[in-house]
């Protein structure tokens, strides 16, 4: 025990049902901290002429992207500073806040932004932790250290960071980023 | 559809039913994207006369206390100095790392570390995210902004901050600060 | 088999899940010709505190009258010319059509459409039949024999009559009457 | 909720469980006077290999014809007086009762009955109610208007009818009729 | 997995569920050579209010008696020489065979032959097997060895023995009796 | 009722399934004294992409193969003196004691042990008792009666035995064998 037994439409894919499998036996754990080899899930795949509601047969709903998969794609893109492919993963609603900066819509603000700070910065990612909220998005915090060089060409690494991501209908629609950047630039 | 059941022994508090049905439906939530009010689920309480694993009675495990609600009464105490109290939130391993620290283990380092930054600081928070990790812990996330004042009493506020907390076996045994009050600082 | 499991939250009576048991079974043996025995139905009550709707509890609507018995409770106030508790079994919106008329309204019409046509009128049951309609209403019909006296005094009796009924919300929203008066009293 | 779970032998129709989906359906909401949206319906079906009963497999009957086709298809054989084809789903046990006629059990009898009455006549159908009965047989009331020509070749129309028929092994074992004819004949 | 659900009606004791939970754990491992820690079997009591069969409520029939626990108690009221009490575990068609004998009908019989063969003889157990058989009967096997007294007063010991029980309706149908005592015997 | 559900990986064979069919309806008749035809076992496979413990996906266990199988093969191979084909169905820790011997590991002994007490023997069966142990081991007794012929060629017939095994791993890891062989002997 505990035993979960999920009951969908069929049509999810192997992978999409992994998904589940995780972050219903997580859930459970998060209240019944039982030895993890001990809580097991099974999902029961409904065919669609199987299952009614309201007495009318339904089509299962198209499972959500990955949202650390989406959050991974979309800090690549900026990595490599391919814009275009960036902006694809944000919604229409987009807002964003770094570090002494105001909410922001828009990556060319970021850019701007960034231009008398870095002359560019990567990450090296420690890990990410997602979740589902209790109203629409998704929740992905990803953490680990920036590294890069300051304008004068001054190499720097280590720097903690964390970012904040919600997720509404597979797109980001906020990144919210704290580091140590400012902290580190001040120390003597 | 999705229909969830969970089967579980028998001993669970109503809030502790009450957090399985939320996290449960959160988890289907993550990866199906069902209005939630399509998302049903049902617990069903197995009385320990009533299951058998390996053919012998087992009894439940009790429940884990609320993650989220640990961190709030450990940010409360710390808040109010209450040291004592604070430091039974903490596990024997804890350690915990703020804007420029070195990993610290005891809650006297950060106080010395905290005694040439500022007076006092208060929280207010905007919001908190917790789920399940893959290993044994719990992760709470918590953000907002502090408010407080420096040593030469000048006020502060609106910095933005946000903490993150690994809970193992209702302990607290990591946190993670990130703000941006060197930012602030260092604003012209 | 067939097997039938319902899951309902706790609350209803034994005559109300005697009635579901009954009209379960009924509706699996209108596709699946099995002997009745081999029927099993199995009613799974859930507590309240144990089923999560979008993560929230939900109360469970309280069962319907049985509509059969509003239909008796309602012919035995017109047998008996009690008329107002006749008419607190009708919904505001009621119609009812017998043979010969427009559809009338108030049970007033009915009385006068009678006048001229018999002193008065009971009814012998043959049967009843009764189920849920595809849209909100219960139907259900009685039949059987209608006897009485003529204006002139002279009986009757054997005379066959079936109602069909509307019931909506617990109340008999239609009434459609025919019967083998007019047939009768033509004959030579 | 609520949530019913009926589990059968592989082997039935799309279209056959559809109707199992309407009748569990309606056979809820009947008792429970749940949102038709909020009453969800699974059929399991089990492969022959993976039921038991006393430890031996069994095969699953074959699912009843849907009595309201079979009356229809009856009707419809009858207005268009192929009466070889009408007989072909009448039981050796059938009988039939007009207004004002004896109980008939051939449909010989009911040509007869009619010939003095009326050239021809057709249905116009405002509705079908079908039931399982508590015995084998399934109930079927149609209902609608009559229209065709008397003997002097005079028409009528909208001449409100009842049938109520009884379905026992797919084969039509009773009809009882009721009409509004003699009523609107004697209308001065 | 494997993981098991009973229903049955509500009623059955905590032992006889315990037996439930022993035997069908048991009747899964016989086939799938799943450890017994990972073999889960769940009884799911259901109140006599919430089960139909045909729409009828049932009532649940008492348990069986343990067959085991009859045997025991039948031997040791043999080794005891209470022979009333022995005989009320038998069923009228009660029928033994030792080795070396017809079969016998009465513990009478079983006392004459044994007469000239030893004073007395007890058992030591290594073991009771038991089973549902295809048929009506419970079958219990029991071995180990016997010792006791020849006529000459001589001591025997060590003696294995397997004796075979059919019970039925909670009575002994059956006894068959294998021992060596007559290879002992034999011995040089 | 008793309605039985099991739960197991996809992937058992329908020989399997119809051992795991009778297993656990014998299992459940040994406590509750159901009709074997009101006992209901149904097999629910789960795809190993469905299934989850801890998480993470598990693959079916081989099932066992029978018992009964096992030792009537073995009983075959060695009246048919197939010595090397009867030595592959024991397991390297087996052990067999026969009337009168101490514990034996090899056939090679029991072929010694019967030289000089019969030419060949040659087994009736009159029926097989299988069922799983407390422990890894299935049990598998059989009885019957055997025929052969002496050392001087005199033949017998009829000498009731018994035999008992205990498999481990699908190997024969122990025997046990009772008859009334020297009871015949010695009969005068």
Chains 1, 2, 3, 4, 5, 6 share one sequence.
Not at 126 to 149: E, H, K, N, P, S
Request: proline letters at 7%.
């Amino acid at each position: 025990m505990p035993i979960v037994d999920l009951h969908i439409l069929e049509g999810y894919s192997p992978e999409e049902k992994q998904r589940l499998g995780r972050e219903l036996t997580n859930a459970v754990r998060f209240v019944v901290p039982a030895s993890p080899d001990l809580v097991t899930m099974t999902i029961h795949e409904i065919p669609a002429e199987n299952y009614y509601r309201g007495g009318l047969k339904r089509t299962p709903a198209p499972a959500r992207a990955d949202p650390v998969g989406i959050v991974q794609d979309y800090l690549a893109a900026m990595e490599a500073r391919e814009i275009e492919t960036a902006r694809s993963f944000l919604s229409d609603e987009f807002v964003m806040t770094f570090p002494g900066t105001a909410p922001m819509h828009h990556l060319e603000e970021l850019i701007e932004w960034s231009k008398p700070r870095y002359k560019f910065v990567t990450k090296t990612y420690a890990g990410f932790d997602a979740m589902q909220g209790q109203d629409d998005a998704a929740i992905v915090y990803c953490r680990g250290t920036l590294q890069g060089r300051y304008l004068d060409d001054s190499p720097f690494e280590g720097i903690r960071f964390v970012d904040r991501f919600e997720i509404i209908d597979d797109k980001i629609a906020r990144q919210d980023v704290w580091n140590d950047m400012a902290e580190v630039r001040t120390k003597p």
